[in-house]
């Protein structure tokens, strides 16, 4: 057995790498629209870990930063928009699919090959579109690929770039708990952890910090769940459900894995109207022998096996009663 498992990052594309930078290019570090932890904490790490190298960094997403990820130092410095002209690279984190940042309806020439994209990511559906690729569906989270690229750049991890990239390994792995928590993501926990990331801040800020609107709202979408006969645990949010108590669609975050966490159900779906006129749906399973990913590409959707997720647009939700007359 590897005594020390890390993700190994392949040669040919860090010398690629070591060049680019060795030019001190204008770089703009993009993460997808509407950004988890993990998106929030590995382009904080990486901002951290280039910025006393003094190249001009611009850190931008199309959405702003939860609060509940703003205790990380920097997270201020997220922009969500920026210069393109004046970005010779870009740096892409977490973004399953190039169209993830959403930021190509306002910069139709995002990708124009005078610019260096540079691609780093674990999620299988993404097609290397970079000019410089770091892809690994292996790795349990863009966090863990970015504490391997800084090893293997030789930067050193400080404390504000260890509780960044921490954030992103504890929230896509949901705390050590999934099945993405591999050696190697407990490996670079530890060196995070020995960098000075702090996990009870995060643990503070990230799972024991719930606003009094949120557990009105998730009081409304528990009283409204519904188990059918096959096992399906189904739940829909109206607009109305969510604006009524002051709170936003980003508060239903986590619900789905709490009603997911029932025994009785083979599945979970919960069908959410959007602030723009869309119905999302979360999908979720700990069956074994169920696949939610098929479901949801059923309807354009995908995600993982366990975890997923469709988008019908311009829909609102309309609930069916069913009577049924039982003679006495
Ligand atoms: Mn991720």
Redesign the pocket.
């Known amino acids: 057995m590897n005594p020390s498992p890390t993700l190994s990052l392949e040669k040919a594309e860090l010398q690629k790498l070591k060049d680019f930078l060795g030019g001190k290019p204008s770089l703009t570090i993009l993460t997808h629209a509407n950004p988890?932890g993990?998106?929030v904490g590995?382009a904080l790490g990486l901002f951290w870990a280039l910025k006393p190298l003094g190249f001009k960094l611009t850190l931008a997403c199309l959405d702003p930063i939860s609060p509940a990820f703003q205790f990380l130092a920097g997270s201020g410095e997220f922009q969500t928009d920026f210069d393109l002209e004046s970005s010779e690279g870009l740096v892409f984190l977490?973004c399953g699919e190039k169209r993830m940042t959403r930021f190509e309806d306002s910069k139709p020439d995002l990708f124009d090959p005078k610019r260096t994209i540079i691609n780093l990511d674990?999620?299988p559906t993404n097609d290397s579109f970079g000019d410089i690729n770091f892809v690994l569906p292996k790795a349990s989270?863009?966090?863990e690929i970015v504490t391997s690229l800084l090893e293997a750049l030789e930067l050193p991890l400080t404390p504000e770039i260890s509780s960044a990239l921490l954030l992103?390994l504890y929230t896509?792995t949901g705390s050590f708990q999934h099945q993405n928590t591999t050696p190697s993501a407990y490996a670079a926990a530890a060196k995070l952890v020995r960098a000075g990331g702090n996990i009870s801040k995060i643990a503070k800020h990230v799972f024991f910090s719930n606003e009094f609107k949120k557990f009105k709202l998730w009081g409304k979408v528990l009283n409204n769940l519904h188990v059918t006969e096959d096992g399906a645990a189904i739940v829909g949010v109206y607009k109305k459900d969510y604006e009524s108590v002051g709170a936003t669609r980003a508060d239903l975050n986590g619900v789905v894995d709490l009603i997911n966490s029932m025994p009785e159900s083979r599945y979970t779906v919960m069908l959410s109207e959007d602030e723009k006129g869309n119905v999302k749906a979360s999908l979720r399973t700990r069956n074994e022998d169920v696949d939610v990913r098929a479901l949801a590409e059923k309807f354009g959707g995908g995600g993982h096996v366990k975890a997923s997720g469709f988008t019908i647009p311009r829909g609102h939700l309309q609930k069916e009663v069913k009577w049924k007359i039982v003679q006495e």
């Open positions: 988890d993990d998106a590995s977490d674990h999620h989270s863009t966090a992103g896509d």
